[in-house]
Antibody
């Protein structure tokens, strides 16, 4: 069964760091572009970052550039998002998603992990 | 950044009615427009890709159309399980962006 399962969310103080994880099953993450998308409480969806299938290309939204790093562990078939210098406005549910084979839509989504930045 | 504007923001509809949601892009994006359904407390689910391409497992009452800057998601014969928020998403250029969402309520 093709599935993505996120973990690692929690409560962190402003300026702190957190790493969220996404474990894939039923497919190989290194065969696809993968992405992180977030949703603040009661708000819409915001694309955060993606990594190419080779891992050589990474893109970030301006709102997280220089603070967040996307990475992948092929051996563990997992995706990661390292978040540093966290701000209150980073509070959101973080979803990992697979980019479809035709490089367009996000065809598989995880259930999300909640990150709360608060003192 | 390409801005996607959905209308309406909210729609209350009786079962079996037809629902039309529009998504307008601030510049031409060809057919690189996708639609998602997000039920309460669930993750988004892909409904339509590349403006009009159907997705395996998605009921045939969902269809999409449009190109360039104007796109439409149509739900024929609305069912109770279709109560959700619907989002459009463009993959034409970075940063990829989403519409603000359209909440569909069943009367």
């Amino acid at each position: 069964q093709v599935q993505l399962v996120e973990s690692g969310g929690g409560l962190v103080k402003p300026g702190g760091s957190l790493r969220v994880f996404c474990a894939a099953s039923g497919f190989t993450v290194s065969d696809y572009y993968m992405s992180w998308i977030r949703q603040a409480p009661g708000k819409g969806l915001e694309w955060v970052s993606y990594i190419s299938s080779s891992g050589s290309t990474r893109y970030y939204a301006d709102s997280v550039k220089g603070r967040f790093t996307i990475s992948r562990d092929n051996a563990k078939n997992s995706l990661y998002l390292q978040m540093n210098s966290l701000r209150a406005e980073d509070t959101a549910v973080y979803f990992c998603a697979r980019v479809g084979a035709d490089f367009g839509a996000f065809d598989i989504w995880g259930q999300g992990t909640m990150v709360t930045v608060s003192s | 950044e390409i801005v996607l504007t959905q209308s309406p923001d909210f729609q209350s509809v009786t079962p079996k009615a037809k629902v039309t949601i529009t998504c307008r892009a601030s510049q031409s994006i060809g057919s690189s427009l996708h639609w998602y359904q997000q039920r309460p407390d669930q993750s988004p689910k892909l409904l339509i890709k590349y403006a009009s391409q159907s997705i395996s497992g998605v009921p045939s009452r969902f269809s999409g159309s449009g190109s360039g800057t104007d796109f439409t998601l149509t739900i024929n014969s609305l069912e109770a399980e279709d109560a959700a928020t619907y989002y459009c998403h463009q993959s034409s250029s970075l940063p990829e962006t989403f519409g603000q969402g359209t909440k569909v309520e069943i009367k």
